[in-house]
């Protein structure tokens, strides 16, 4: 089965570091384009990050420099190392497999909450 | 303020038809392939329309896609209660070389 489960979510101070993790089963991440995205509470989907299989790396303007996706392939998992955490980052963060303006996002994973506050 | 304006909300009756609007520009729906996706509350995103107008497998055909120019749409009929959800069209923005969605439109089946 092919399958997305995120990890690493928590609650952390303003101008903290967190890194999300994003495990597959059942493809290998290296082949396909893995993007990162967020839903704060009560609102829309919010494009974070993507990772293309020939690893260039793209990011939402609300996020870069302060965000960093890659992958292990030895672990079948993409990451995305947070830095610099505002309270306006604190969302639901999925990761999902595909092309945006091809495939389209499938599967998706469930999330992972983060929340930034002091 | 997302990049492709969706319509906040929609209702239609059970059995009718609804349609979802997304309007974009020409760096995003103009000049690339536009998917949906259905949000049921409490869970993850769903694909419903890929490449503007393809349904994965399992998808009914209830469910169809369009676009014209830098405006995509989504088409439900038969509309049943299950269906009630928020629906999201996304792209690829070329200008700003990212991937957009538009705000979400809520469905309510009267």
């Known amino acids: 089965e092919v399958q997305l489960v995120e990890s690493g979510g928590g609650l952390i101070l303003p101008g903290g570091s967190l890194r999300l993790s994003c495990a597959a089963s059942g493809f290998t991440v290296s082949d396909n384009y893995i993007t990162w995205v967020r839903q704060a509470p009560g609102k829309g989907l919010e494009w974070v990050s993507l990772l293309q299989s020939g690893g260039n790396t793209y990011y939402a303007d609300s996020v870069k420099g302060r965000f960093t996706i890659y992958r292990d392939n030895s672990k079948n998992t993409v990451y995305l190392q947070m830095s610099s955490l505002r309270p306006d980052d604190t969302a639901v963060y999925s990761c999902?497999?595909?092309?945006?303006?091809?495939?389209?996002?499938?599967?998706w994973g469930q999330g992972t909450l983060v929340t930034v506050s002091s | 303020q997302s990049v492709l304006t969706q319509p906040p909300s929609v209702s239609a009756a059970p059995g009718q038809k609804v349609t979802f609007s997304c309007s974009g520009s020409s760096s995003n729906i103009g000049d690339k392939y536009v998917s949906w996706y259905q949000q049921l509350p409490g869970t993850a995103p769903k694909l419903l329309i890929y490449e503007n107008d393809k349904r994965p497998s399992g998808i009914p055909d209830r469910f169809s896609g369009s676009k014209s120019g830098t405006s995509a749409t989504l088409g439900i009929t038969g509309l049943q209660t299950g269906d009630e959800a928020d629906y999201y069209c996304?792209?690829?923005?070329?200008?700003?070389?990212?991937?957009?969605f538009g705000g979400g439109t809520k469905l309510t089946v009267l």
């Open positions: 996304g792209t690829w923005d070329s200008s700003l070389s990212a991937g957009v």
């Open positions: 999902a497999r595909g092309r945006l303006s091809r495939e389209g996002f499938d599967p």
